[in-house]
Nanobody, 124 residues
Framework: EVQFVESGGGLVQAGGSLRLSCTAS????????IGWFRQAPGKEREGVSC????????YSADSVKDRFTISFDNAKNTAYLQMNSLKPEDTGVYYC?????????????????WGQGTQVTVSS
């Protein structure tokens, strides 16, 4: 069973920063993709960023590329999403997701494993 430990959400003013972390366990493999999706009230879940646990290959949405940085700590099996210059439109529930194969950072339907999510609220 794949399990997630997520942390790092919260309330921040526009222009501020937050760091999300996510540890996925139970794959039985060291090579997988892990990343985040977000969902604002009344909107569809959208892909933010993801990274390979093995070689660090990453993909990010254009809307966050210049502000968010994803990384992976192999020693801790933990992914991090450093979010800088946050905007009110970044507000939403951020869900950690993982999968053994990479198909798309943007399509939530192709990701098999999901965390519970953490709330990020950016005030104006």
């Amino acid at each position: 069973e794949v399990q997630f430990v997520e942390s790092g959400g919260g309330l921040v003013q526009a222009g501020g920063s937050l760091r999300l972390s996510c540890t996925a366990s139970g794959f039985g493999f060291d090579d997988y993709y892990i990343g985040w999706f977000r969902q604002a009230p009344g909107k569809e879940r959208e892909g933010v960023s993801c990274i390979s646990s093995s070689d660090g290959t990453s993909y990010s949405a254009d809307s966050v590329k210049d502000r968010f940085t994803i990384s992976f700590d192999n020693a801790k099996n933990t992914a991090y999403l450093q979010m800088n210059s946050l905007k009110p439109e970044d507000t939403g529930v951020y869900y950690c997701a993982a999968d053994l194969d990479y198909l798309s950072y943007a399509d939530p339907d192709v990701w098999d494993y999901w965390g519970q999510g953490t709330q990020v609220t950016v005030s104006s």
